[in-house]
């Protein structure tokens, strides 16, 4: 979702503005636009479509100054087009906005009635106009920026750029992140670390309902009532080396590529140095004691919290909830004061997410983040933050990040069955075992790519697919439904294998492929009776399954792609893999969008 960034800087801010974007385009947006202050005077350049939109705007209509604030935009109030785009501008002031203004309405008929003319469709033009008000009613940059955040109602992380002031920002956040960079001489605003990361390692993050004042040599933050705050400053390691394509044609192949190493990484991240065994580092929870578990995310984050809730159950024998965040709280469910709440998210800004952490976090006996972002809100606000080592995820179908929570998840699944005593130390070896092979298998895996490469000549020319589990499977056909319609625009459907004779067959045809995912586990025997009333019917069956598997099952259907054995609680972590690929490579086939597919943001930063 939009990003934003801010420069006092000692260079022309422009370039500097534009490759911060840069950084900050994997959020997903539709246009984006700069503006700068040069001797006093305020200028913008805006542009539709991608940056290099904007890069092209610039070499022929260059703009000045070495103060700048910029924006990508991902439309929410009013179509992407130039006008609506951001950095928007009354006058004296320019603003660049991530967040929803939920009282825009009231705002706007207020000024309107006062005779303002608004000219876009945005609720981020009301932000710019009140500023604008007050300034004309005398007061100063900062003193209107103040009276403006202090009417604004909803979501924001604010940047204030005001004509005739080549050294002033001013910038707000509430429910949206905001990051203030320090460098020498310099001082910058951002969305994230990696928008700041080439300027400065060193930044300090603005807390709910803060804003600050930022000069060049100088930052006063004041929080919500007005009173003057200290925000520690912390240096972050962003290792820039990560947020380039390595060689591949798309982040998301290498994203998937890296899995091997940065699931090692997360595994010895929860492996004892000295015993060997599982461990969970920071882990005070007493999960003896624990009556439930609830675990809350959105999209491919639910996904593997929908997997973890078998893991829970099965194994470490926790009554366990998944939900949706955007549903969760709106329910109002009862919490026990004994029971654990778990917020899965890669970025650890997913407002919906974040929301159902502070609904939670008086409710119950602790909040543990799972999350890949370890400075974000989620990570921040949560009792206990477990990290997973994914690394910087730029292609916005999570993939590295899906894998990665799923072991975090392992180890914490272990780490409570074993409290419980429900693991005997021999099951716990042979899984200890298992995960520190796994990923040499997950690479055995990622050799199948030219055999899935091939199956995509005909899943391409689908206009629906179905995907079947069973278990802990049947997760992971969502999550292969998912990825193949968020990339190829597909339409596509997971189902519990058990289900689809409950609607889903009525679909079934010899144009409908149907993609098992059917290790030979307890319930194999099952899914192939499935599997065969999808043949019967004339439907084409694609087995993703082991060596046993296929030598069972795969007479009759229309490709078999083999993955190596694997123990069965992690099966849902390598066959994460071939579902993976299988989206990739429809996706390339298709020649759409793989890393920012239409319509999708990789931050969720508003309801
Ligand atoms: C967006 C992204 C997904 C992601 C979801 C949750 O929809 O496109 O890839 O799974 O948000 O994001 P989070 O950062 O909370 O994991």
Do not use: F, N, Y
């Given at each position: 979702m939009c990003g934003i960034v801010g420069i006092l800087g000692n260079h022309e801010a422009a370039p500097i503005l534009v490759d911060a974007l840069k950084r900050l385009e994997y959020r997903g947006y539709d246009s984006a636009g700069i503006a700068t202050v040069d001797a006093g005077k305020l200028g913008r350049r805006r542009a539709v479509g991608k940056l290099v939109n904007l890069s092209d705007l610039l070499v022929h209509n260059p703009i000045a100054g070495k103060a700048g604030i910029g924006h990508t935009r991902w439309a929410t109030h009013g179509v992407p087009n130039i006008v609506n785009s951001h950095p928007h501008r009354a006058k004296d002031v320019a603003v660049v906005h991530n967040g929803i203004i939920e009282n825009f309405k009231e705002l706007r008929d207020e000024l309107s009635q006062n005779g303002v003319v608004f000219e876009t469709d945005t609720d981020t033009e009301t932000v710019v106009q009140l500023c604008m008000s007050y300034l004309k009613d005398g007061l100063s940059p900062k003193y209107a920026a103040a009276a403006t955040i202090d009417r604004l109602e909803g979501a924001y992380a604010l940047c204030f750029l005001f004509e005739g002031e080549d050294d002033l920002l001013i910038a707000a956040r509430k429910g949206s992140p905001l990051a203030i960079g320090h460098g020498d001489g310099e001082m910058f605003v951002g969305s994230d670390a990696l928008a700041l990361a080439p300027m400065t390692d060193k930044v300090t993050y603005l807390d709910e309902g803060d804003w600050a004042i930022v000069t060049r040599t100088s930052l006063e933050i004041r929080d919500a009532s007005g009173t003057l705050a200290n925000r520690e400053m912390r240096t972050i390691k962003v290792d820039?080396?990560?947020?380039?394509k390595g060689g591949y044609k798309h982040y998301m192949m290498k994203e998937i590529a890296e899995q091997p190493t940065v699931l090692a990484e997360a595994i010895t991240h929860y492996?004892?140095?000295?015993?060997?065994g599982i461990s969970v580092p920071?882990?005070?929870?007493?999960f003896a004691n624990v009556d439930k578990i609830t675990m809350v995310a959105c999209g491919t984050a639910y996904l593997a919290c929908s997997v973890a809730k078998y893991w829970f159950e099965q194994v470490a024998r926790i009554p366990c909830e998944v939900d949706v965040a955007s549903e969760f709280r709106y329910r109002e469910p009862p919490m026990s004061d004994k029971s654990v709440a778990m917020f899965v998210s890669q970025s650890g800004e997913t407002a919906d997410t974040l929301a159902a952490l502070r609904y939670c976090s008086d409710k119950v006996s602790k909040t543990v983040a799972v999350v890949n972002v370890a400075e974000s809100s989620i990570s921040r606000e949560s009792d206990i933050s477990l990290p997973i080592h994914a690394g910087v995820e730029i292609g916005v179908a999570s993939t590295k990040a899906f894998t990665c929570q799923l072991i975090a998840l392992v180890a914490l699944v272990i780490s409570a069955a074993r409290a419980r005593g429900e693991l005997d130390a021999k099951s716990e070896q042979v899984l200890r075992t298992e995960l520190t092979s796994l990923p040499g298998i997950i690479n055995q895996s990622l050799a199948q790519q030219s055999e899935i490469d091939e199956v995509t000549i005909e899943l391409s020319k689908a206009s629906d697919a179905l995907f079947l589990g069973r278990g802990a499977m049947y997760p992971l056909a969502l999550e292969g439904a998912l990825k193949l319609k968020e990339i190829s625009y597909i339409h596509a459907e997971g189902y519990a294998s058990g289900e689809l004779k409950h609607g889903p067959i009525a679909l079934v045809d010899e144009h409908m492929p149907v993609i098992v995912l059917a290790p030979k586990d307890d319930l194999f025997d099952k899914t192939v009776s499935n599997m065969q009333e999808v043949m019967a019917r004339g439907g084409k069956v694609l087995l993703v399954t082991d060596p046993k598997g296929a030598e069972t099952?795969?007479?009759?259907?229309w490709k078999t792609i083999i993955m190596p054995p694997v123990h069965n609680m992690l099966a849902p972590i390598l066959y994460a893999i071939p579902a993976q690929l299988i989206a990739y490579y429809t996706a390339v086939r298709k020649g759409t969008d793989v890393d920012q597919p239409r319509n999708l943001a990789k931050s969720v930063t508003v309801e």
């Open positions: 820039l080396g990560t947020s380039d492996t004892d140095p000295k015993t060997g920071g882990l005070d929870i007493d099952a795969r007479d009759g259907v």
